[in-house]
């Protein structure tokens, strides 16, 4: 069984940085990847950024160079690091586990009914 859990939302201020971290079991890390995606109330879910086959990395244009998505030796462990945030990156964050290549594509075309999530953890960042 796959387990997901994210913890390491919170509030901040434009400008600011947190750190989302992500805890998953239960999958073969030679099988899968892991990513991140947010989503708002009523809103279609965005992929944020994914680490994929080879330990690519993966980002929406939206956080490039303001994100930064990391995986621990074990590959079971998924943190983002985020930094000069926005009143846009308002979310809910989901971290996922899902075949490397819908990860790669931050599950454009794809779809995320076959990831494995969690319960989200929610980021509210204010001016």
């Known amino acids: 069984q796959v387990k997901v859990a994210e913890s390491g939302g919170g509030s901040a201020q434009v400008g600011e940085s947190l750190r989302l971290s992500c805890a998953a079991s239960?999958?073969?890390?030679?099988?899968?990847?892991m990513g991140w995606f947010r989503q708002l109330p009523g809103k279609e879910p965005e992929g944020v950024a994914g680490?994929?086959?080879?330990?690519?990395?993966h980002y929406a244009d939206s956080v490039k160079g303001r994100f930064t998505i990391s995986q621990d030796n074990t590959k079971y462990n998924l943190y983002l690091e985020m930094n000069n945030l926005n009143p846009e990156d308002t979310a809910k964050y989901y971290c996922?586990?899902?075949?490397?290549?819908?990860?790669?594509?931050?599950?454009?075309?794809?779809?995320?009914?076959?990831?494995?999530r969690g319960q989200g953890t929610q980021v509210d960042v204010s001016s």
């Open positions: 239960g999958f073969s890390p030679e099988s899968y990847c």
């Open positions: 680490i994929g086959d080879g330990n690519s990395t």
């Open positions: 996922a586990v899902d075949r490397c290549w819908r990860i790669e594509a931050l599950w454009v075309g794809y779809g995320l009914t076959q990831a494995w």
